[in-house]
């Protein structure tokens, strides 16, 4: 136990722990060039590990590219010599973001309950510890807890969802009720292992034939597009062309799925194919009932309402440079009569029951209207909830009052010890 004690306090793994995480930092940042910014977090920050083939091939195609630089090599080299260190199976060999922090977390705080003492004289460094604790444990529940989408509204529509900006679902919608809708939401991660799917709301099984994390749909076969092979709904003559997954930040992958449905006898009820973007309305009649398939974007629903109101798109004049952005919205509570009226305009967000909603797009004038081929002005707002925010706020003015009680205590035992000085 002294042993494993000695090893958690001991300045040397702090050491260790920080030249790892400079190393995770690079790699992670050679990483967005292969995967994008966001999947690149996902994998090398947003996990306890980093795998084999998100890193080995990576820095192969890097040693790729000088070596076909300097010995003028084939440029299909670098493919293959990247993928010549591909693996049949992810195997861990670096730490992750998640491992590391929480690794110098428990070194931060072992160290200092070993060795700080409750003194006047330590309470600042104290206090800067606990701030810089602080912080790292408020990241890592920004990460866990908080949620980014998006709500698209046109004037005078209503709403009590927003949408993921990268997570999709397949949604099984049952309308038999002209009350409210029944819905079953699968996430498309279930849908990429492609096995078969069962809920017990649903009198039918769901088969998922063919999964493309990103595809484009034609009407005809062009280059390597493949037939969706559907027999039901609006796109079974659509044609299926994949793509690799978008990797900028302001694009999204569309994925889109060939999926049958079974029932309890496990005889087929037709095929369809469903795709993020496309609002199809594919409808299967099961056992007198209307279900309604779609591949959406994750909804985010919430126990208000969001009304837009007005749009209004300003421009300095006699130019087409913007000058403001505001929208005229009413927030209505389902459990209360409580309404409330306000703008929302660029760096001023509306904060509501835990959401900040902020400006993020716009189509209010006319130009935008023709080309969007749209006869209402439309406004988008980022939604953010994020239930530790108030952490790195907490944690900043703990360390800079804290480096404040340190200073001044020695300045002032500095100056307290000075002899005054003999004419």
């Not at 009590?160 to 397949?170: G, H, I, K, T, Y």
């Not at 595809?215 to 994949?242: C, H, I, Q, W, Y």
């Amino acid at each position: 136990m002294k042993h494993i004690t000695s090893i958690l306090t001991s300045l040397r793994l702090t050491i260790i722990l920080l030249a790892l995480s400079t190393a995770l930092v690079f790699f992670g940042t050679l990483a967005q060039a292969n995967f994008g910014l966001y999947d690149a977090q996902v994998k090398f920050f947003k996990s306890a590990f980093v795998s084999w083939n998100d890193l080995i091939p990576m820095l192969a195609s890097i040693l790729g590219d000088v070596l076909v630089g300097v010995f003028k090599l084939e440029p299909t080299f670098k493919a293959s010599f990247s993928n010549a260190f591909v693996l049949g199976i992810n195997i861990p060999i670096f730490p992750g973001g998640y491992l590391l922090g929480w690794l110098l977390v428990i070194n931060l705080v072992a160290a200092q309950a070993k060795r700080t003492e409750l003194t006047k004289k330590k309470a600042g460094l104290i206090m800067i510890h606990v701030g810089i604790v602080l912080m790292l444990v408020g990241q890592l529940a920004t990460d866990k807890l908080s949620t980014e989408s998006q709500m698209q509204l046109f004037e005078g529509d209503t709403k009590n969802f927003s949408e993921d900006f990268r997570a999709n679902e397949l949604a099984i919608i049952d309308t038999s009720d002209p009350k409210e809708d029944q819905v079953v939401a699968v996430p498309e991660s279930i849908l990429a292992t492609r096995k078969d799917i069962s809920n017990p709301a649903l009198p039918f099984s769901i088969r998922v034939k063919e999964y493309w994390a990103n595809a484009d749909l034609l009407r005809s076969a062009f280059s390597n597009a493949v037939p969706a092979n559907a027999t039901e709904g609006f796109l079974k003559n659509a044609f299926v062309l994949s793509k690799p997954t978008a990797k900028v930040m302001d694009s999204r992958s569309l994925p889109a799925a060939l999926i049958e449905l079974t029932d309890k006898a496990g005889k087929s009820l037709g095929s369809w194919l469903v795709a993020a973007g496309i609002r199809s309305d594919d409808v299967a009649k099961v056992d007198g009932k209307d279900y309604r398939l779609s591949l959406r974007f994750t909804r985010h629903y919430k126990d208000f309402e969001l009304s837009l109101l007005k749009a209004t798109h300003e421009k300095y004049r006699g130019t087409d440079i913007p000058k403001n952005f505001a929208s005229r919205v009413r927030v209505k509570m389902n459990s209360s009569p409580e309404v409330r009226e306000t703008i929302i305009y660029m760096n001023n967000p509306l904060r509501w029951a835990g959401y900040t909603f902020f400006q993020y797009q716009m189509a209010a004038d006319e130009l935008a209207l023709r080309q969007m081929n749209m006869d209402r002005a439309s406004s988008t707002f980022q939604v953010v909830k994020n239930p530790s925010w108030v952490t790195p706020y907490i944690a900043c003015v703990l360390v800079g009052v804290g480096l404040c009680w340190q200073f001044g205590f020695h300045l002032f035992g500095f100056l307290r010890r000075r002899k005054p000085s003999v004419a």
